[in-house]
């Protein structure tokens, strides 16, 4: 299978800031994984355009970022997911205060539960978020890595919105 994403373009640079570099047998399981993941969801003939123009790769999966910061954090700080205020500590390196940690959290766990039916349905189809999820794990074995790296992906967001100092 034509590997059409590249390791540059799924690690996401403010986690490899935070993390540090991943070793490149890491960043090439983990194109693995999300190219295995894209050829599953959107079948060999949009995988076939993609790889003919990877610009489409976000337009069309913007999912498979997420899948990726997913696995990177679980490969770095697994196997269990952070809860989201140890994962703003981990994301922000310890510098929030308890009471902003607390409230980002909340933040993050909100805005991670209000979007995820679009992660899941772009994934899954229509009404996926209504299905066993059971059955939504069996379809998409890694999908507990992507659901965990929208959340990273929130966190991430929100740190870098918050004002310098």
């Given amino acids: 299978m034509a590997e059409v994403l590249d390791a ?4 996401d640079q403010a986690l490899v800031a935070t ?5 490149p047998d ?4 983990v194109v693995g994984i999300c190219t295995d993941a894209l050829a599953t969801t959107v079948g060999p003939e949009i995988l076939a ?32 997911e952070l809860r989201s205020g140890d994962l703003l500590d981990l994301l922000s390196g310890h510098l929030l205060s308890e009471h902003d940690r607390i409230r980002f959290a909340q933040t993050v766990d909100l805005a991670a539960t209000l979007t995820l039916d679009r992660v899941l349905e772009q994934v899954l189809g229509p009404g996926a978020c209504a299905a066993d999820p059971r059955a939504n794990a069996l379809a998409a074995p890694w999908l507990a890595a992507l659901t965990y790296g929208h959340r990273v ?13």
């Fill in 19 to 23: 993390l540090g570099p991943f070793q």
């Fill in 26 to 29: 890491v960043a090439n399981a």
């Fill in 8 to 11: 540059e373009e799924l690690l």
């Fill in 49 to 80: 355009v993609l790889d003919g123009d990877r610009r489409l790769v976000p337009l069309v999966a913007p999912w498979v970022f997420d899948l990726a910061r997913g696995v990177l954090v679980l490969q770095r700080r697994g196997p269990g």
């Fill in 153 to 165: 992906h929130i966190a991430l967001e929100l740190l870098r919105l918050l004002p310098a100092g």
